[in-house]
């Protein structure tokens, strides 16, 4: 049998990194994947091909769109979804051989087959070529999540599908409808709305992106209705009927969906249904009964303040324990706990983890929203920046979007920044960093920008968060 440091079971951002960081500090260290590839959903049907999807269908909605008015002319326009699919493809294979190169250059051990608790310290491992036992003297779970569905929902993933289906697509709908106006459902349900398919959004909350500053599921909302998606907001889903009796055959009206609002039901037909209502910890096949560990109410795993289970030694991360799930999230995590297996005192601050969603414009946030400073009485003050007043942007024909920065009223201290605009995934950094080192508005207002750039509207948001000092409105 042979014997480990430390084990990862899951080979996503959270485990990969985490292994890494073992094998720097000088473990012997070992990962599990269950699947052939390595990367996890996020490599594999998640982070990586959406964003692949996302970036094409962007350039072909602009050439539609907006190429005219920047005196590009072209013929016949059209999109071959083949092809798309088909660099997507490209695009996680050359990630995921990433992965598996930086294993070897690591000297991480890798172990494909379902890893499963015998023992605290022993792990079997079930692959094709067989069975295997691997003794380790630190296990990290790290198996990461899968799509949720609704009660009564049967997600047969031809027609009532996940976003696991959806990125694999070989065809445009005809009619998406979106049950979920949560991150991955507006992300894709854009990607399709983006190359012609009619985009229906059902969300049972009264506003998109439930979890964000509701500012920015107002302002998101705006800029995809221009696109054509319709939403149904405040309308619980009751039934969802496949009607072509399991056939594979392209129908128009494949899928029935039936919602309800104030005891008013709305019936929706279309070819595809995308049930995006988030995703629960994955945790089958673990054997975590086998050492006493109990999930909680929500599937997860209980953990302390080091990220360790109920049994010593046994460490979890990522979308298997409480908190947001996202790969960067998780990835702190990984080297979290490797670093305190090492003796270090590592620090995470859950508070500035900054959430993303990748449509067009993208949003971005860190800190506290709006409404959770209100539920704490929290004395703040707001500075905001349209976007349209920023010459960047003009030149880019992005003038959709604003930054919102919230601030201590007494201090100054930056508290929040919520961001909806061109290239806001990059730019929340520089609100993550400021709140790293718990700089005020001042701080930022004062600060050189460069003209003409996005970031200015960082600078004019922290000038009108202090006193109104805003220069360009």
């Given at each position: ?54 970036d ?60 499963s ?13 067989g ?13 990461g999540?899968k ?25 445009i ?29 059902v ?10 500053d ?6 998101l ?7 054509g ?16 009796g ?6 128009a009206?494949a ?12 019936v ?14 994955y ?8 050492i ?19 049994v ?19 990835e702190?995590?990984g080297v ?7 003796g270090?005192?590592?620090h ?20 506290q ?85 996005y970031?200015?509207?960082?600078k ?14």
């Open positions: 049998m042979e014997k480990f440091d430390v084990t990862i079971i899951g080979s996503g951002p959270g485990g990969y990194v985490a292994a890494i960081r073992c094998a720097q500090l000088g473990f012997k260290t070992a990962i599990i994947e269950k699947y052939s590839t390595l990367g996890g959903t996020c490599l594999n049907v998640g982070c990586i091909p959406s964003k692949a999807w996302l094409s269908s962007e350039h072909y909605y602009k050439m539609i769109h907006e190429f005219d008015v920047h005196g590009i002319t072209f013929q016949k326009p059209g999109v071959e979804i083949k092809t798309m699919s088909a660099r997507v493809a490209d695009v996680v294979k050359a990630n995921v051989d990433g992965i598996a190169f930086l294993m070897k250059k690591n000297k991480i051990t890798v172990f494909n087959g379902l890893g608790f015998k023992t605290a310290n022993i792990i079997t491992v079930k692959g094709t070529t069975v295997q036992e691997i003794e380790s003297s630190k296990i990290i779970i790290a198996t999540s799509p949720s569905s609704l009660p009564g929902i049967t997600i047969d993933k031809e027609r009532i599908i996940t976003s696991t289906e959806a990125l694999k697509l070989k065809e709908p005809k009619h998406l409808i979106l049950i979920g106006g949560g991150v991955i459902g507006l992300e894709l349900g854009s990607v399709f709305a983006r190359l012609g398919a009619k985009v229906s959004v969300e049972f909350m009264d506003g998109i992106l439930p979890t964000m509701k500012s920015l599921g107002k302002e909302q705006k800029t995809m209705k221009k696109m998606v319709d939403f149904y907001l405040k309308h619980k889903v009751t039934s969802v009927v496949r009607n072509d399991g056939a594979k055959k392209n129908i009206n899928v029935t969906v039936k919602a309800e609002s104030d005891g008013k039901e709305i929706l037909e279309g070819d595809y249904c995308l049930v995006a209502v988030g995703r629960r910890a945790t089958e096949g673990l054997g975590l009964e086998n006493g560990i109990t999930a909680d109410a929500r599937g997860m795993i209980p953990v302390n303040a080091h990220l360790e289970t109920s010593p030694g046994i460490y979890a991360i990522g979308d298997v324990i409480t908190g947001p799930m996202l790969a960067h999230k998780a702190e995590e979290f706990v490797a670093e305190s297996l090492a270090q005192k590592p995470i601050n859950y508070n500035l983890i900054p959430g993303v969603v990748y449509t067009w414009p993208e949003v971005a946030a860190v800190g929203t709006e409404e959770q400073l209100k539920a704490s009485g929290k004395a703040y003050k707001v500075g905001s920046f349209p976007f349209k007043a920023s010459g960047r942007a003009r030149a880019s024909m992005d003038l959709d979007g604003f930054i919102k920065v919230l601030a201590d009223k007494e201090t100054d201290e930056i508290l929040g920044v919520h961001m909806i605009g061109a290239r806001m995934a990059d730019l929340v950094m520089e609100a993550v960093v400021a709140m790293e080192y718990r700089a005020s508005a001042e701080d930022i207002a004062r600060m050189c920008h460069p003209h003409p750039t970031s200015e509207a960082f004019e948001a922290c000038l009108a968060a202090t006193e109104n000092r805003a220069i360009h409105i």
